[in-house]
């Protein structure tokens, strides 16, 4: 199995600060990796696809880069409405495996 | 619209049998892999299996093989996950997901089916 490690496991914020959380791959997967945000009580929405593809409806402050074992999430400015879990998942093999999380508190 | 429709939260005794379902619309099924994430309480996401609705290709995760059994109707465009004898460490959220592809991610999600498993 493919091990998706992220860090930092939590993060303490303010809104408008710039957050980044990164997610390695145990081996290499290319430009494989997707970002998600789970919200308590919620299905898990795609952000980010195929490393640094935007999904579309996702505000552009989300952005993503790296590929093949070393990959970030990046909030330009961060709202109230992104306090959430965010989850980085392979997609290079079946079925993929997720990292950890990481949850993004207000500060 | 496309839509992943889950079935109702469960409450079982350990060694019951359950069967859980996802319904489909709004794109064409068959054309697309539908799979199935484990979260336990205060946990994260885990990928069970998967399965191509067109020919019934399952793929299990290597924790979950022998464990549940991931099935589907392509005639009422429905999914499937099946426990034989269900254990208190099955208690979690269940939660379908639709795959385009080999390297897609899924990208439209259901609501969730809350499984509970107690004595």
């Known amino acids: 199995d493919i091990q998706m490690t992220q860090s930092p496991s939590s993060l303490s914020a303010s809104v408008g600060d710039r957050v980044t959380i990164t997610c390695r791959a145990s081996?290499?997967?290319?430009?494989?990796l997707n970002w998600y945000q789970q919200k308590p009580g919620k299905a898990p929405k795609l952000l980010i696809y195929?490393?640094?593809s935007l999904q579309s409806g996702v505000p552009s402050r989300f952005s993503g880069s790296g590929s093949g074992t070393d990959f970030i999430l990046t909030i330009s400015s961060l709202q109230a409405e992104d306090f959430a879990t965010y989850y980085c998942q392979q997609s290079y093999n079946t079925p993929g495996t997720f990292g950890q999380g990481t949850k993004v508190e207000i500060k | 619209e496309v839509q992943l429709v889950q079935s109702g939260a469960e409450v079982r005794k350990p060694g019951e049998s359950l069967k859980i379902s996802c319904k489909g619309s709004g794109y064409n099924f068959t054309s697309y892999w539908i799979g199935w994430v484990r979260q336990m309480p205060g946990k994260g996401l885990e990928w069970m299996g998967i399965?191509?609705?067109?020919?019934?290709?399952?793929r299990y995760s290597p924790s979950f093989q022998g464990q549940v059994t991931i099935s589907v109707d392509k005639s009422i465009r429905t999914a499937y996950l099946q426990w034989s004898s269900l254990k208190a460490s099955d208690t979690a959220m269940y939660y379908c997901a639709r795959r385009y592809g080999s390297g897609s991610p899924p990208d439209y999600w259901g609501q969730g089916t809350l499984v509970t498993v107690s004595s």
């Open positions: 399965i191509y609705p067109s020919d019934s290709d399952t």
């Open positions: 195929a490393a640094s």
């Open positions: 081996q290499y997967i290319s430009s494989y």
